[in-house]
């Protein structure tokens, strides 16, 4: 039972080498000031909920008990991230090269789509197979998705957060035309769906869970992400492009490639984000595909500071404010409304703690023997 | 205790306890009839926000009359997604507040959703708005409920045939789906027994609550000549209101519109759950069984008309209240043969009536000839 905690912030804490006292300073910074953000933002919430007449300690107490005090709880949370997950990797990967791209959605309707054409045409494949190709062909049409965005970027100038932003519009109403229509089963009367995947198709739950193999997927894939932007060249070679287009190019890096690579690859992810619930949740593809789990996947990368690791822990809190949602509602009669507003209170601020970066000097040990 | 929450245990201690206790909640194995009706808690899940003058709006009023029943607690959860959310909300309501009876209201809940979770809580009842329940195929702890909303679109459109000067009717639509179509063709039939060359235009919004396109499709409606409007869309708000700033009539659907659209507002086909909801709840008090497959139209009042508005003329009230009082009888068909779709097709044959509960109407996929769009 202790799947969910080994994944909380690994990278955070740093290794204890030489001149400790300052790594850790440094290091601190990236964890004191979002944390103070949440815990602002949390204060003015409790404010809220006083004016509203509720009580605050009363909406603490339920957001721990539905999102992290039980088993039944933390399962809850974990299952309600794992979308998150490569939601928010399609949002960060392209924002290492100063993209903002915000289309996720679409890519995560049209993979899940093509997940289940893909697991019906191959439905006599032993199960592995049908996996295989269901998630290949998710990632494929996510990865052609985003990475159009990003060749538009490149080649043509187009702003890709609204190219992004408006195909997500079209994948939907692709998706809405090929559920209704070409791809339908003809049995799915009131709600139009493709047909049902066979149980090769399926993905179960981690075993002693009822947790789906997405989490796994998806913590896999921010280590895996975080490993290629710090640990390779190719990450290398998008943070410089990300600080400054000219730089790279005057430097002889391939910016096109790479900006279309990463695109590709972010959508590829969501994608597979879109296949996973097919698989895992649904059973067939349909028009709850479009949960909204590509626009909350933006809110979590942007929590995140566009860190692939970060976005492991912040989608285990907004899977858990998501995941007491309910119990508030119920317990508080508070409006479903009003996690959105905690939600963006917490957004706001974080974002505008942004700006407190290097204001510190207790982060800063250049500065700590210097009269202010 | 907390880590067994797979064996299901009733926590009624948790509903009026404070943080602490909570954890030491008595668990009662859940039996089918409750050893203690105070303990009973109902639980209703909507897709929407509760208060949406639509569809979800039409369910929390079903489950406002549960609450007036003593020895009952009602919990409820809105604006849930028809994905693994709803599963973890029934799961949660179920573990956490000790339902034993779920009605999850939005018809994308039914599968895999609901019957996940039916197999997982055999001892939990979960009743399902809409879904065809199978005796073969499903589970002996579930069923489904619905009304036949038709033949109430059927009457707002005789009141819309008499207050048409244009005859020329509209209709805002979701997804052409068979129960949307249903409804589409019974508001054309219901002006057509008032005045035969009357035609209904109808727009396909693609999504089930759209407001923007519902907007467009309402003056894109009026633009085109339309004088009477009503709707087939999760929350029927926006339309309404656009008609009536447009200075066209309406006809309400899912709740009653009437208030924000005093003056135009005709009438409206009304869902009336609290019959349903009390029903299913009064018999779980008695710890009788629950039916598995409940449907029921006008006669059996799962299906009201809203007041008719200061606009409806007499000639209008006559027709209205006849045809009425004769669906309430029963036996009344709104599709009988010879009737041709709108692509020339003969899609039910002279001599041939289907009433309400006819099953072919359950996969209808035909617009009648006078439907435009």
Redesign the interface.
């Known amino acids: 039972m202790t799947a969910a905690s080994t994944t909380s912030a690994p990278a955070l804490a740093a290794p204890p080498t030489g001149g400790t006292l300052e790594t850790l300073a440094r290091r601190a910074e990236s964890l004191v000031i979002p944390l103070g953000a949440l815990l602002v933002g949390l204060g003015l919430f409790s404010l809220f909920l006083l004016a509203l007449g509720k009580s605050p300690a009363q909406f603490i107490e339920l957001m721990w008990r539905g999102g992290f005090g039980s088993w039944f709880s933390i399962q809850n949370t974990l299952l309600r991230a794992a979308p998150l997950l490569l939601a928010a990797l399609c949002v960060v990967l392209p924002a290492r090269l100063g993209l903002v791209v915000i289309g996720g959605e679409g890519a995560i309707v049209l993979g899940g789509v093509a997940a289940a054409a893909a697991g019906h045409w191959v439905a006599g494949l032993p199960p592995v197979a049908v996996i295989v190709a269901m998630a290949l062909a998710a990632m494929a049409i996510g990865g052609l998705w985003i990475g159009a965005i990003g060749a538009l970027r490149h080649y043509r100038a187009v702003n890709e957060t609204i190219s992004s932003l408006l195909m997500a519009y079209i994948a939907i109403a692709l998706m809405n035309h090929l559920v209704e229509g070409p791809l339908r089963d003809p049995a799915s009367l009131n709600k139009p769906s493709t047909i049902p995947l066979t149980a090769a198709g399926r993905l179960g739950a981690v075993p002693g869970t009822d947790v789906h193999w997405g989490i796994v997927v998806g913590v896999v894939a921010c280590l895996a992400c975080w490993l290629l932007i710090e640990k390779t060249r190719w990450g290398f070679a998008a943070r410089v492009a990300g600080g400054n287009v000219r730089a790279a190019q005057i430097q002889g890096l391939a910016v096109g490639p790479l900006i279309i690579g990463f695109c590709a690859l972010a959508g590829a992810l969501a994608g597979l984000a879109g296949m996973i619930e097919v698989a895992a949740v649904h059973g067939n593809a349909n028009a709850s595909l479009a949960a909204g789990y590509g626009y909350t996947g933006i809110l979590v990368a942007f929590l995140a500071r566009q860190s692939p690791l970060g976005v492991i822990p912040v989608s285990l809190l907004l899977g858990g404010i998501a995941a007491a949602g309910g119990l508030v509602q119920r317990r508080m009669g508070l409006p479903d409304a009003t996690i959105l507003v905690l939600q963006g209170m917490l957004f706001i601020l974080v974002l505008l703690s942004d700006t407190l970066y290097g204001r510190f000097k207790i982060f800063n040990p250049d500065r700590w023997g210097r009269a202010p | 205790m ?2 067994a ?1 797979h064996t299901i245990t009733r926590r009624s201690l948790l ?1 009026t306890s404070a ?1 602490g206790a ?1 954890f030491g909640a008595v668990g009662l194995p859940l039996t089918y009839r409750p050893a203690r009706a105070a303990a009973t808690t109902v639980g209703f899940i909507y897709v929407g ?2 208060d949406d003058y639509g569809y979800n709006q039409a369910h929390a009023e079903g489950a406002a009359a549960v609450k007036g029943l003593s020895g009952l607690t009602v ?11 709803v599963q ?2 029934m ?3 179920i ?3 000790g339902a034993s009876l779920v009605f999850p209201t939005s ?2 809940y039914f599968d ?1 959703h609901m019957l996940a979770m039916a197999k997982k809580f055999p001892n939990v009842q979960f009743r399902h708005c ?1 879904g ?1 329940w199978d005796k073969s195929k499903h589970p002996a702890n579930t069923g489904s409920y619905f009304g036949y909303i038709g033949m109430g679109q059927y009457l707002n459109g005789i009141v819309a045939g008499h207050a048409s000067k244009s005859k020329k009717i509209g209709f805002v639509a979701a ?5 949307v179509l249903m409804n589409i063709n019974s508001f054309l039939l219901g002006a057509r027994a008032v005045d035969p060359t009357i035609v209904c235009q109808v727009i396909f919004t ?2 089930w609550s759209l407001a923007v396109k519902e907007a467009e499709a309402t003056n894109a409606l009026v633009d085109g000549g339309v004088d009477v409007v009503t709707c087939h869309v999760d929350g029927p708000k926006v339309v309404v209101q656009t008609a009536a700033g447009r200075g066209a009539y309406v006809c309400g659907y899912h709740a009653n519109q009437s208030p924000l659209a005093p003056d135009k507002y005709l009438t409206g086909a009304e869902w009336n759950w609290a019959t349903v909801y009390t029903g299913f709840a009064k018999k779980m008090l008695a710890g009788e069984p629950l039916d598995n497959f409940v449907r029921g139209g006008i006669a059996e009042g799962f299906v009201k008309m809203s007041p008719l508005g200061p606009a409806v003329g007499e000639a209008a009230r006559k027709q209205f209240d006849a045809a009425l009082a004769e669906m309430k009888t029963g036996g009344f068909a709104a599709i009988k043969g010879p009737l041709k779709s709108n692509k020339g097709d003969q899609v039910v044959a002279a001599g041939q009536a289907l009433p309400e509960t006819a099953i072919e109407l ?2 209808m996929n035909y617009l009648v000839e006078g439907v435009q769009g």
Do not use: C, H, R, Y
């Open positions: 907390i880590k929450s509903k943080a909570a926000p509760k919990v409820e959860e809105e604006n849930v997604p028809e994905t693994v959310d973890k909300t799961e949660s309501m573990n956490l507040d018809f994308g895999p809409g065809l997804k052409p789906i068979p129960q693609g999504e359950e996969s």
